[in-house]
């Protein structure tokens, strides 16, 4: 079945690092979507990304999408304590329904 | 700013018994979707729904789970008798693909659903 894998599942940084997470699909995807979620609360969309090697950018934010659309990056640069929450990227398959796979999560802790 | 709604916060329910879990969607969304998390773990696909069907469904959603709408704004989640791994936050997700500019899933608050 679809996997989709991040990594690192925990990251501490302190506040002012900067702070990636990496996603990884065992298939090829039609595009990939960014969530956050706080602790205690649920995931909130953050950005969709659909063409291959596309990059965007939210303030200190950064998507990636690889060239092969299989894997996938956020980069937040300069943390601040507001980023604190788990990060899951969440990929989907044109041919596998209506349905986005959730990878399996990074949790951020910004030590202040 | 819109919101898809979900009753009730927290459900706990005994084991075997049927539990109903609540959804109002983006009253202008056409897709909605549940999703389940077990503490501490990633979000999983129940299932979704559109123009009053079941579109895809998981390994997870078995016999015992049946999704409803019943009205024009509640969808709804019914879990026929629970177990105890039944237990988690219940999401509920609508979403609107009349662009492809950039859309996604609104979730909402969760029912947090506990089985003893």
């Known amino acids: 079945g679809q996997q989709v894998m991040q990594i690192p599942q925990y990251q501490h940084v302190q506040e002012g690092e900067d702070f990636t997470t990496y996603c990884n699909s065992s298939?090829?995807?039609?595009?990939i979507q960014w969530y956050k979620q706080r602790p205690g609360g649920h995931p909130v969309f953050l950005i969709q990304?659909?063409?291959?090697?596309e990059v965007k950018k939210q303030k200190r934010l950064t998507f990636q999408f690889g060239e092969a659309k299989k894997n996938s990056s956020l980069h937040i640069t300069a943390t601040q304590t507001t980023d604190v929450g788990t990060y899951f990227c969440?990929?989907?398959?044109?041919?596998?329904?209506?349905?986005?796979?959730f990878g399996t999560g990074t949790s951020l802790t910004v030590i202040p | 700013e819109p919101e898809v709604t979900q009753t009730p916060s927290h459900q706990v329910t005994q084991m075997g018994q049927e539990v109903i879990l609540r959804c109002v969607p983006i009253?202008?969304?056409?897709?909605f979707y549940w999703y389940r998390q077990i503490l501490g773990q990633k979000v999983e696909f129940l299932v979704s729904?559109?123009?009053?069907?079941?579109?895809?469904k998981s390994e997870i959603f078995d016999d015992q789970f049946s999704v409803e709408r019943p009205d024009g704004s509640n969808f709804t989640l019914k879990i026929r008798s629970t177990k105890l791994e039944d237990s988690a936050m219940y999401f509920c997700?609508?979403?609107?693909?009349?662009?492809?500019?950039?859309?996604?899933?609104?979730f909402g608050s969760g029912t947090r659903l506990t089985v003893v």
């Open positions: 009253s202008n969304h056409l897709y």
């Open positions: 298939t090829t995807l039609s595009n």
């Open positions: 990304l659909v063409k291959s090697g």
């Open positions: 969440a990929g989907y398959l044109a041919n596998t329904g209506n349905q986005f796979y």
């Open positions: 997700a609508s979403s609107d693909k009349s662009t492809d500019a950039n859309y996604g899933y609104t």
């Open positions: 729904f559109y123009n009053n069907e079941i579109s895809e």
